[in-house]
């Protein structure tokens, strides 16, 4: 199976930029689909973003649109998360995951990393 690291949290202001990655291992991932759920203390895991094998095919919840932007480098076998303009109810732990197709439900998904803190404060 494929392992997942996601790195890049951290503490922001309200209004600053954060870039998260999630590298892989044990195999490349170049043929999966990888998406980006969160989850807030109490809350359940929600769905951010979404990006096909091909990187042609992006999709994003209505709640980053417009400020967060995702991208993938198969050669480097990573996927990124850049988020801009960002406000205190992004605060999460964000975690990737790989599955077979893009989707926006959890259960699509087979592989997960153990996620990164993203806290931003106002």
């Known amino acids: 199976q494929v392992q997942l690291v996601e790195s890049g949290g951290g503490l922001v202001q309200a209004g600053g930029s954060l870039r998260l990655s999630c590298a892989a291992s044990?195999?490349?991932?170049?043929?999966?689909?990888v998406g980006w759920f969160r989850q807030a203390p109490g809350k359940e895991r929600e769905f951010v973003a979404a990006i096909s094998s091909s990187s042609g095919n992006i999709y994003y919840a209505d709640s980053v649109k417009g400020r967060f932007t995702m991208s993938r480098d198969n050669a480097k076998n990573t996927v990124y998360l850049q988020m801009n303009s960002l406000k205190p109810e992004d605060t999460a732990v964000y975690y990737c995951?790989?599955?077979?197709?893009?989707?926006?439900?959890?259960?699509?998904?087979?592989?997960w990393g153990q996620g990164t803190q993203v806290t931003v404060s106002s």
């Open positions: 044990g195999r490349t991932f170049s043929r999966d689909a």
């Open positions: 995951a790989a599955g077979p197709v893009r989707s926006i439900w959890r259960e699509n998904y087979n592989y």
